[in-house]
């Protein structure tokens, strides 16, 4: 069996937005708190997360985490990188560095942004990392699960989406072509991003999103990476196909 955990389901800053008093906003639904963007996957062989952005401590602390096997990154933005410094709590725990997978590019600026961890004379208790390279169509093992990376693009961005077996998962694209959709064919769980229902340059509109679990044939698809632009999620949902749901911080899934 496998557990997804969602620990973020929100835009680049988050859901209430700083200064905002928007309907979203203002908000008392928990299921319009929203974090950002991350999943937990977890299996009896591993604990994997997908992106670690701002908000990587607090969802650790949330959900009780004292394992940690990987972080995948689907690429290098703040929102999905900025709580890397904190994988440091699970080097005491495990006694070991901390496998981060992600495009030869977005290791290239962990680099850069996170220097002090990979300098020559490093301060004592800099965050262990050991960065492990991904392209899309590559598989990697962790135990007996699988997993898939997904060739994506963000605009003109390439970032990588992510399949665990028969849970597939995309954050931050605008498009997938017919590799992309043949790689998440026959699924069980589809998880898509859906920013907001106006057009936008680099993500999906929740038509836009809609429309591709429509045609990835998937069952069951839950929607992420909103921003309060979308809408209350109890309106929201009421609009949506079924088979498809806006998904909420701390709803599992179990596949």
């Given at each position: 069996?496998?557990?997804?955990?969602?620990?973020?389901?929100?835009?680049?800053?988050?859901?209430?937005?700083?200064?905002?008093?928007?309907?979203?906003?203002?908000?008392?639904?928990?299921?319009?708190?929203?974090?950002?963007?991350?999943?937990?996957?977890?299996?009896?062989?591993?604990?994997?997360?997908?992106?670690?952005?701002?908000?990587?401590?607090?969802?650790m602390l949330r959900q009780n985490?004292?394992?940690?096997?990987?972080?995948?990154?689907?690429?290098?933005?703040?929102?999905?990188?900025?709580?890397?410094?904190?994988?440091?709590?699970?080097?005491?725990?495990?006694?070991?560095?901390?496998?981060?997978?992600?495009?030869?590019?977005?290791?290239?600026?962990l680099k850069v942004e996170f220097?002090?961890?990979?300098?020559?004379?490093?301060?004592?208790?800099?965050?262990?990392?050991?960065?492990?390279?991904?392209?899309?169509?590559?598989?990697?093992?962790?135990?007996?699960?699988?997993?898939?990376?997904?060739?994506?693009?963000?605009?003109?961005?390439?970032?990588?989406?992510?399949?665990?077996?028969?849970?597939?998962?995309?954050?931050?694209?605008?498009?997938?072509?017919?590799?992309?959709?043949?790689?998440?064919?026959?699924?069980?769980?589809?998880?898509?991003?859906?920013?907001?229902?106006?057009?936008?340059?680099?993500?999906?509109?929740?038509?836009?999103?809609?429309?591709?679990?429509?045609?990835?044939?998937?069952?069951?698809?839950?929607?992420?990476?909103?921003?309060?632009?979308?809408?209350?999620?109890?309106?929201?949902?009421?609009?949506?196909?079924?088979?498809?749901?806006?998904?909420?911080?701390?709803?599992?899934?179990?596949?």
């Amino acid at each position: 069996m496998m557990k997804i955990t969602f620990l973020g389901t929100g835009t680049s800053q988050g859901v209430p937005l700083i200064g905002c008093s928007c309907e979203a906003c203002r908000s008392l639904d928990f299921r319009d708190k929203r974090l950002r963007t991350s999943i937990l996957v977890e299996t009896e062989d591993a604990s994997i997360v997908v992106d670690a952005g701002p908000d990587f401590r607090q969802q650790m602390l949330r959900q009780n985490q004292t394992r940690l096997d990987a972080l995948l990154i689907t690429h290098e933005h703040k929102d999905h990188v900025a709580g890397l410094d904190d994988v440091r709590a699970f080097n005491f725990l495990q006694e070991k560095s901390m496998p981060v997978y992600a495009l030869p590019r977005v290791l290239n600026q962990l680099k850069v942004e996170f220097a002090y961890a990979f300098a020559e004379k490093k301060y004592p208790g800099v965050p262990k990392i050991e960065l492990l390279p991904m392209e899309g169509g590559q598989t990697v093992f962790f135990g007996k699960l699988e997993v898939k990376a997904i060739h994506v693009m963000h605009a003109r961005l390439p970032i990588l989406g992510y399949r665990f077996g028969n849970f597939s998962y995309i954050t931050d694209a605008n498009h997938l072509d017919a590799t992309a959709m043949e790689a998440i064919k026959g699924s069980e769980v589809l998880v898509l991003n859906a920013l907001q229902k106006e057009e936008h340059i680099s993500h999906f509109t929740l038509d836009q999103a809609v429309e591709v679990a429509k045609a990835s044939g998937v069952p069951k698809v839950y929607f992420i990476h909103m921003s309060h632009r979308m809408g209350r999620h109890s309106l929201i949902q009421k609009e949506l196909p079924e088979g498809v749901h806006l998904a909420w911080d701390g709803l599992q899934v179990k596949i």
